[in-house]
């Protein structure tokens, strides 16, 4: 490696580890206060909690005070049952735009394209009344409705790009075989898909876990808030209880970093897949 | 085990003829080797039978049943592909008992039958094992165990060798020709390998820009191939091609004189005086001692030694390069003059528009 190639692999990886910082720091900060006793949070909020400041008092007062595993239980439901439904979803659209010419295909997917460039909020008006008059206001179906329209255009987009390149071989064999259309997504598609699955994955249960605006806009009760609602509750307009506060965001990352890990060795398996054969 | 009968077979992309009027009878049992350059046909031809592709138009019967209609897995076919296109998440077994559970062969008969298939192709310890932990090839000889299994009435074979190297594809040559053998299933197989097409073949189909150009025993196409195509296709190193002309006719007997060679007599009635023509000699009949009405004169420019036999390119009197094959020790060295002689029953003549003109020398 010479002198120049160094140096710009050294300026490199300075930004890299600069935004790395920027993106950690905050969360981190988050969860370290959420340790800490209220006087010290304001005292030293950069300091890590230690044996005087350390206490437990925000996740007490969470779990006494406000319905939080319910919040928890909704957001999962949300997040889990709209992540399968656009996978399914997702993945046979993609088969269905990649592998068949039909009347029609290419309008289709173009219409699809239109879903990732509008977003979803600017329907937000339309959206309330729709659910108002279907009679799904403050349902969990509601927002799962929502969400599932807002992941399906990028999950088909994604996912059609890998049906591509699993060789046309593989299913004219399976029609050879005798093997049915369904099957064959199901059997011999799905499976090596999984890699692009878990990425699609990941870029949906992020945005839909973090999600304030729709459950703001379309759940109105406890029973039927999601977390990032629920941490709403303790920010007052006089008075915030940050150590509540910080309790309850803390544990609402937790999830979305345990899928993450589970599916980040997928993950750099899809993002990387192609690039060498 | 069954029939094929193809009439009339048309295929188009939008404005592009991609097959022209194809007729083909294959007989029951017979094994056909389809073979071209690419972009013949061949495989668009293979994958119309197994049904992968629809027709523009022409009809396709299976065993005496019209199968333009039906999907592939209906007409009694197998197919074994260039890629082998075993399913990577399936171990051996998987792959080839997974079309059968759709097909309503019950377990015990899927069990037997992979069982005789596995010993066939020596299978039996690469069973539970994945297409990745295969050689290229075992995988063929998987893929190859999937067509069987389903015990079709026709296979149907993609250049299934032309992703293995040089020696495993001699041997999985001669296996294809024992499973023939013991089966006695009808076979189509696609390649543009003129060796495999020769080894392997019953009959050998050649195809050129979608059109048949000559149907025949491989032994006949290389006696005597129909046309100009067909004669430069078949054979390695390809004919050597002179021009040349009819000087003069006498009682059926008609006086060839071109650049390069010196000028023969050919009893062939159908030529007229003025006829253009061109005649073609095979590297391997060109020969020093040999007698023969042809004789071509040329310095030797290149040698190429195999061991058994040697090429040697020669350029000839009109500047033109043409090949010969010397067999025995003694290679010709370059700058050697030399005078080549080849028999009568070893040259071919072709008219005008490239169609052989049958001579009375070969009878």
Not at chain 2, 152 to 179: G, H, K, M, Y
Request: aromatic share 8%.
């Amino acid at each position: 490696m010479s002198g120049k190639q160094r140096a710009r692999s050294f300026s490199v990886h300075l930004i890299l580890i600069a935004y790395s910082l920027l993106a950690v720091g905050p969360i981190l900060l988050v969860v370290m206060n959420s340790f800490k006793m209220r006087s010290a949070i304001f005292g030293a909020p950069l300091a890590p909690p230690d044996a005087t400041t350390f206490s437990l008092i925000g996740y007490q007062k969470v779990f006494r005070t406000a319905h939080i595993l319910t919040y928890y239980s909704n957001s999962l439901i949300v997040t889990l049952v709209s992540m399968a439904l656009v996978l399914l979803f997702g993945a046979m659209a993609a088969w269905a735009l990649t592998e068949y010419r039909f009347r029609g295909s290419t309008a289709l997917a173009l219409f699809l394209s239109i879903g990732i460039m509008v977003p979803i909020r600017l329907g937000s008006v339309a959206i309330l009344n729709m659910m108002r008059s279907a009679g799904l206001n403050d349902t969990l179906t509601a927002l799962i409705l929502v969400y599932v329209a807002q992941g399906l255009p990028m999950s088909i987009f994604i996912l059609s790009e890998f049906i591509q390149q699993i060789p046309k071989d593989l299913r004219d064999a399976a029609r050879c075989d005798g093997v049915p259309e369904i099957r064959i997504f199901f059997e011999v598609v799905a499976p090596l898909l999984r890699p692009a699955i878990a990425t699609v994955a990941v870029f949906t249960i992020v945005p839909i876990w973090n999600d304030l605006w729709f459950p703001l806009i379309l759940t109105s009760s406890d029973t039927t808030h999601t977390v990032t609602l629920g941490v709403q509750q303790f920010l007052g307009q006089y008075i915030t209880d940050w150590n509540s506060v910080l309790a309850a965001l803390s544990m609402a990352i937790l999830p979305v970093v345990v899928i993450y890990v589970i599916l980040s060795r997928q993950l750099i398996a899809g993002l990387t897949s192609g690039a060498v054969k | 085990m069954a029939n094929l009968r193809i009439e009339h077979l048309n295929k188009r992309y939008g404005a592009t003829k991609v097959l022209n009027d194809i007729n083909l009878n294959i007989e029951d049992g017979e094994f056909v080797v389809l073979v071209g350059p690419s972009g013949c046909g061949k495989s668009t031809l293979l994958r119309m039978i197994a049904g992968l592709d629809g027709a523009s138009g022409g009809d396709i019967h299976i065993a005496g049943k019209l199968v333009n209609a039906l999907a592939p897995a209906e007409r009694g076919i197998a197919m074994v592909f260039q890629s082998y296109a075993l399913y990577p998440h399936m171990n051996v077994r998987k792959n080839m008992t997974f079309g059968l559970k759709f097909t309503g062969v019950p377990p015990t008969e899927r069990e037997r039958r992979v069982a005789e298939a596995a010993r066939m192709l020596r299978l039996e310890e690469l069973l539970d094992r994945y297409p990745r932990d295969l050689s290229g090839g075992q995988r063929q000889r998987v893929a190859i165990g999937r067509a069987i299994v389903r015990e079709p009435a026709v296979f149907l074979f993609d250049e299934p060798l032309s992703n293995l190297d040089a020696a495993l594809r001699v041997s999985t040559r001669v296996e294809i020709a024992n499973l023939h053998r013991m089966l006695k299933s009808t076979i189509v197989y696609v390649t543009h390998d003129q060796v495999e097409a020769m080894t392997l073949a019953d009959r050998i189909v050649v195809m050129n820009r979608g059109c048949i150009e000559q149907v025949g025993r491989p032994l006949d196409l290389y006696y005597a191939p129909a046309n100009l195509f067909v004669a430069g296709f078949i054979g390695s190193p390809a004919m050597n091609f002179f021009e040349a002309k009819v000087e003069r006719v006498e009682s059926g007997c008609a006086r060839v004189a071109g650049a390069g060679f010196r000028s023969f007599e050919l009893s062939a009635p159908s030529l007229e005086v003025g006829d253009l023509l061109t005649v073609g000699v095979r590297p391997e009949h060109l020969g020093r001692g040999a007698d023969g009405p042809f004789a071509v004169e040329g310095v030797v420019e290149l040698v190429e030694r195999l061991g058994e036999s040697s090429f040697a390119y020669l350029r000839r009197a009109d500047n033109r390069l043409f090949v010969a094959e010397v067999r025995g020790r003694q290679t010709p060295t370059p700058g050697e003059r030399a005078t080549l002689v080849a028999g009568a029953r070893d040259v071919h003549v072709f008219d005008a528009s490239g169609l052989r003109v049958s001579t009375q020398n070969e009878a």
